[in-house]
Nanobody
Framework: QVQLVESGGRSVQSGESLRLSCLVT????????MAWFRQAPGKEREFVAAITWSGSQTSYGDSVKDRFTISRDNARSTFYLQMNSLTSEDTAVYYC???????????????????WGQGTQVTVSS
């Protein structure tokens, strides 16, 4: 049973930073790509960031590039999303995800990921 659990979401003020974590169990963490998506009210799920199984390559959505950083700690089966310079437009439920194919290429589409966490709410106040 593959399970992903996000944590770290909370309310912060504009300009502040926040780090989200995703703990993955029941899955060979070290050989699968990992990703973050977010979904704000009234909007479709949006790609945020992804990292290859090896951690050698990352990808970011245009709206978060240069502000957010994805990383992974294989020893802890955990990956992170460091969010800096947050604005109200970053308010959303953030989901972590992983796919079923080991060592697969990154995808920026939700369809590229099979397993999802329950989401963690990030609220940024102006």
């Amino acid at each position: 049973q593959v399970q992903l659990v996000e944590s770290g979401g909370r309310s912060v003020q504009s300009g502040e930073s926040l780090r989200l974590s995703c703990l993955v169990t029941g899955h060979d963490f070290s050989i699968h790509p990992m990703a973050w998506f977010r979904q704000a009210p009234g909007k479709e799920r949006e790609f945020v960031a992804a990292i290859t199984w090896s951690g050698s390559q990352t990808s970011y959505g245009d709206s978060v590039k240069d502000r957010f950083t994805i990383s992974r700690d294989n020893a802890r089966s955990t990956f992170y999303l460091q969010m800096n310079s947050l604005t109200s437009e970053d308010t959303a439920v953030y989901y972590c995800a992983t796919g079923p194919n080991p060592r697969s290429a990154l995808s920026i589409r939700p369809q590229g990921y099979e397993y999802w966490g329950q989401g963690t709410q990030v609220t940024v106040s102006s």
